[in-house]
């Protein structure tokens, strides 16, 4: 357990007066708290503490008019400009299919949230920021010149909560269950065939998840006829492809509360340091390109047939940001992705019998 003494909400406020160009999640890294423990500091200044209820967000959001979509994980930002439209909500997902913003919500996991307006000289900059139990960001909108202002007040006074107080308490998040090698290797027969019985990319989750293995394991043991090990340099080489030959893809960027997907071809791919970025006017990408581990080819059937996706994950196992080929649910694989894709630089593995 974490003994450390955290900084007070008037120490945290200090230091972000001290450091005012500094992202707020590096400061507070810096700080030794969570990102939405350095808002919750800030709750009666330039913040206000808001229901995280993902029905109520998303329908005011639908008034707001264009805004920029962010979702995020460790090694990976996803920025998409656009309008929160064709919602859908349900008991444990939600979705949201609109033309540039296409969202895969997860209720359950929006612990806290906060409306915030950050001044910076004259300009003040509106967002919506929402984070889990352990106080990490899961999903945030910021407001453009665009935006309806006005929408956006009457949306944050219908979510805003009593207790303003620039306190708060997380708590630790757990992460998907995973087996042991042994574990996973008796089952990799049933592996084999569970996954050539699939008949929609959807269910692959559930098929591990009733396997209890993990994404990375599954690549791992299921064979080359469904995964194949790509070089980790094979990411960058399949984005400048992509940009070069205007092929349209879907770039999947998430963590365990919200997945964001662009659709459609990337112009603009510009490495910088260890990033490499997709800076183009509807959609920005950053992405670590250090963080990269391992990157697997990964072939699912469907009824559709096969459909072919590059998957790239970090150190711990955990998935960075995926690639499909632009379709649509009823249409084939398109070939000039299916042949990028299967023709990457590979890299030899060993798999059970």
């Known amino acids: 357990m974490d003994q450390r003494v955290k900084p007070s909400p008037h120490e945290i406020r200090r230091a972000r007066i001290e450091n005012p160009r500094m992202r707020e999640r590096d400061l507070s890294a810096q700080l030794g708290i969570s990102e939405a423990e350095l808002l919750s500091a800030h709750c009666g200044h330039e913040a206000v503490r808001i229901r995280p209820d993902v029905k109520s967000v998303l329908s005011g959001l639908q008034g707001i008019g264009e805004a920029m979509a962010l979702t995020r994980n460790e090694s990976a930002v996803h920025e998409k400009i656009g309008v929160y439209d064709k919602v859908s909500v349900g008991e444990h997902n939600a979705l949201v299919l609109g033309r540039d913003i296409d969202l895969r919500i997860f209720p359950k996991v929006w612990a806290h949230g906060f409306a915030v307006e950050k001044r910076s000289g004259d300009e003040v900059r509106h967002s919506l920021q929402f984070f889990d139990r352990a106080g990490h960001a899961v999903h945030k909108v910021h407001l453009r010149n665009a935006s309806n202002l006005y929408a956006f007040h009457k949306l944050v006074g219908e979510l805003q909560v009593d207790d303003q107080l620039p306190r708060m308490e997380v708590e630790p998040v757990f992460g998907e269950v995973s087996s042991s090698p042994a574990e996973a290797f008796v089952r990799v027969e049933e592996l084999r065939e569970r996954w050539g019985a699939l008949t929609d990319v959807h269910q692959f989750f559930g098929m591990l998840r009733s396997l209890r293995i993990s994404r990375l394991q599954a690549m791992r043991l299921v064979g080359p006829e469904y995964a194949w ?50 800076m183009d006017e509807m959609f920005h990408l950053h992405l670590r390109l250090d963080h990269i581990a391992e990157v697997w080819g990964v072939r699912k059937p469907t009824r559709d047939g096969f459909v072919t996706s590059i998957e790239a994950y970090d150190s711990q196992g955990r998935i960075i940001i995926q690639f499909f080929g632009e379709r649509h649910e009823g249409e084939m694989e398109r070939d000039d992705w299916r042949f990028l894709a299967e023709n990457l630089p590979k890299v030899p593995v060993s798999v059970p019998a």
């Not at 960058?236 to 071809?265: D, R, Y």
């Open 229 to 278: 090990r790509v070089d980790e340099d094979a990411v960058a080489a399949l984005m400048h492809h992509a940009a070069a030959e205007a092929l349209p893809i879907m770039c999947f960027v998430g963590n365990h509360g919200c997945i964001q997907i662009h659709t459609g071809p990337i112009r603009s791919v510009k490495p910088m340091g260890p990033w490499l970025n997709v």
